[in-house]
């Protein structure tokens, strides 16, 4: 595989067709920080940069595979540190692990990047975790996740049971949590329940929840016989205060 190490100011990102966020979490404050993003641009190339977060804290250390931090890492194929986060294509339940994330009718070309995205592509060596670009104005924010937690929740199962792709979900705060004081429950309709925002995410759920956004979180797809990580998808929408003002009527 070919990489380059060119200057910031060579590499055209205008061309990106899917950019994902790099996050971090400090082991030392436990703050998740966006530290690089990874951009696919034409003809199958991929350009990896640091943002100014990774920079900025004393606590990161550059990726080996990325030890440059000033300039564009330009490569011909998914480089290692993303492709060794997608499940090998080799695996006997490869098939029905792109159905659980609902990509299985998807190009070759497309799916290592929407398995990234859709199952965090986290490792139990590191605190990475690898995110969508959040579809996000100043006055909405739409992003996807998967719930987090759902194997330590009781009867978890009879709870999906009840829960269809395109259900609304409830969001709760659990300011009380020892852990999290940050951290947002998942809730069915009927308020069981089913498990936890991400914590990549909880952050910025709680903020918009205590700015008086409208926050709204929809099921996408439930994967009832799969691994608990992937068990159920779900989409979280939010508006501002101010854009529900706007669109409320006289």
């Known amino acids: 595989m070919a990489t380059q190490f060119l200057e910031r100011n060579m590499v055209d990102l205008s061309s990106s ?11 030392n404050t436990r703050q998740f920080l966006a530290v690089g993003q990874l951009d696919a641009l034409d003809q199958g190339r991929f350009a990896f940069r640091y943002l100014e977060n990774a920079l900025a804290d004393d606590d990161f250390q550059p990726l ?6 000033g300039g564009v890492y330009v490569s011909d194929e998914l480089p290692a540190f993303f492709a ?14 792109l159905q659980w994330l609902g990509i299985d009718s998807l190009g070759e070309e497309d799916v290592p990047l929407e398995v990234l995205v859709r199952t965090g592509g986290g490792r139990a060596t590191d605190t990475f975790h690898v995110l ?30 009840s829960v269809k792709s395109g259900d609304r979900l409830q969001l709760e705060l659990e300011e009380a949590n020892p852990v999290n004081p940050k951290a947002v429950l998942v809730d069915s309709a009927d308020g069981r329940k089913i498990g936890y925002v991400p ?12 700015d008086g956004w409208e926050v709204t979180a929809v099921a996408e797809r439930v994967n009832h016989d799969a691994p608990a990580h992937v068990r ?5 929408e939010a508006r501002s205060a101010l854009l529900l003002s706007e669109s409320s009527p006289e």
Do not use: M
């Not at 060794?84 to 029905?96: D, I, P």
């Open 64 to 69: 080996v595979e990325f030890p440059e931090t």
């Open 232 to 236: 159920l998808l779900c989409r979280i």
């Open 199 to 210: 914590d990549w995410l909880c952050a910025e759920v709680h903020r918009f929840v205590k």
């Open 84 to 97: 060794n986060r997608v499940l090998s294509q080799e695996r006997s339940n490869y098939g029905a692990y």
């Open 17 to 27: 067709r899917r950019s994902l966020l790099l996050v971090w979490q400090n082991p």
């Open 132 to 161: 969508d670009v959040p579809t996000q104005t100043p006055e909405t924010f739409v992003s996807r996740f998967f719930v987090s937690g759902i194997r330590h929740v009781d009867s978890v199962g009879d709870v999906l049971a």
